[in-house]
T-cell receptor
Framework: DAKTTQPNSMESNEEEPVHLPCNHS???????IHWYRQLPSQGPEYVIH???SNVNNRMASLAIAEDRKSSTLILHRATLRDAAVYYC???????????FGEGTQLTVNP | EPEVTQTPSHQVTQMGQEVILRCVPI?????FYWYRQILGQKVEFLVS????????KSEIFDDQFSVERPDGSNFTLKIRSTKLEDSAMYFC????????????FGQGTRLTVV
């Protein structure tokens, strides 16, 4: 699996936007970019995924660089409930397994 | 909202015993998975299951492990002869399709081997 690099931790204030970066310089043309998060003492939770175009859903937005070597997960207004470990994961088109890295621990300050 | 449910939430077992972890995936999903997370470590893929057979498994998923879909709703992970190092959180997940679709995870079963 192609590797991703994320900062170990980030902090944000409540109700402010958060931009979580992910580098994936060895991404192949058929790799999708997935984001999951894991709240304390819970199972991972799907956030969003995309291939080339930017994506929006009710939870977040995903901005993908034109060369696809990096992407950014955007939480538009952070809440305390968004404090979690966020994982950026690459998955082949025909793949099935999610390969979790260390992720980014997001702290949201009130 | 539909969810993946896992039972029990916590299982304590003696080393060498067999355990069965149970999962009820979301009803219209076709792909099922098991992952585990040892305390303080990364979430690790164990196995994926589709059409009543294993579609992919990791190096961790050795002969000690087996999976089964005994009926139309349950999906189980059996660990034969548990070892201390099997102590972990075990997560079941399901997805409607394989590949690049959203996977829904359960809350996990904490397995403690003593």
């Amino acid at each position: 699996d192609a590797k991703t690099t994320q900062p170990n931790s980030m902090e944000s204030n409540e109700e402010e936007p958060v931009h979580l970066p992910c580098n994936h310089s060895t991404i192949s043309g058929t790799d999708y970019i997935h984001w999951y998060r894991q709240l304390p003492s819970q199972g991972p939770e799907y956030v969003i995924h995309g291939l080339t175009s930017n994506v929006n859903n009710r939870m977040a937005s995903l901005a993908i660089a034109e060369d696809r070597k990096s992407s950014t997960l955007i939480l538009h207004r952070a809440t305390l409930r968004d404090a979690a470990v966020y994982y950026c994961i690459l998955m082949e088109t025909s793949g099935s397994r999610l390969t979790f890295g260390e992720g980014t621990q997001l702290t949201v300050n009130p | 909202e539909p969810e993946v449910t896992q039972t029990p939430s916590h299982q304590v077992t003696q080393m060498g015993q067999e355990v069965i972890l149970r999962c009820v995936p979301i009803s219209n999903h076709l792909y099922f998975y098991w992952y585990r997370q040892i305390l303080g470590q990364k979430v690790e893929f164990l196995v994926s299951f589709y059409n009543n057979e294993i579609s992919e498994k990791s190096e961790i998923f050795d002969d000690q492990f087996s999976v089964e879909r005994p009926d139309g709703s349950n999906f189980t992970l059996k660990i034969r002869s548990t070892k201390l190092e099997d102590s972990a959180m075990y997560f079941c997940a399901s997805s409607e399709w394989g590949g690049n679709t959203e996977a829904f995870f359960g809350q996990g079963t904490r397995l403690t081997v003593v």
